[in-house]
């Protein structure tokens, strides 16, 4: 079963900086993709970011130019940089690890909160 171990939430004011962390359990390179959603109260999970095993990497419009994605194969970890933050970017950030055979696994979250 794979693990994976959201970390790095918090509270910061709006323009602020955050880096979210998810350590998965085997080889990022295993899965055929790593995302990162968000759900805030009251609102469907949204796909915020993905990066690809070949490196290819996405993000929603609403977080372009702010947050990045990127990954660390020696220690199993796909961060998610976000930078100049709004408050409406506060939610629960998920990772989800997508697998070839078309399963995925998900995290538990982080709460991350953008005062104003």
């Known amino acids: 079963q794979v693990q994976l171990v959201e970390s790095g939430g918090g509270l910061v004011q709006a323009g602020g900086s955050l880096r979210l962390s998810c350590a998965a359990s085997?080889?990022?390179?295993?899965?055929?993709?790593i995302n990162w959603y968000r759900q805030a109260p009251g609102k469907q999970r949204e796909l915020v970011a993905t990066?690809?095993?070949?490196?290819?990497?996405n993000y929603a419009d609403s977080v372009k130019g702010r947050f990045t994605i990127s990954r660390d194969k020696a220690k199993n970890t796909v961060y998610l940089q976000m930078n100049s933050l709004k408050p409406e970017d506060t939610a629960v950030y998920y990772c989800n690890a997508r697998h070839p055979s078309g399963g995925s696994n998900w995290g538990q979250g982080t709460q991350v909160t953008v005062s104003s």
């Open positions: 085997r080889s990022i390179f295993s899965f055929n993709a």
């Open positions: 990066v690809t095993s070949g490196g290819n990497t």
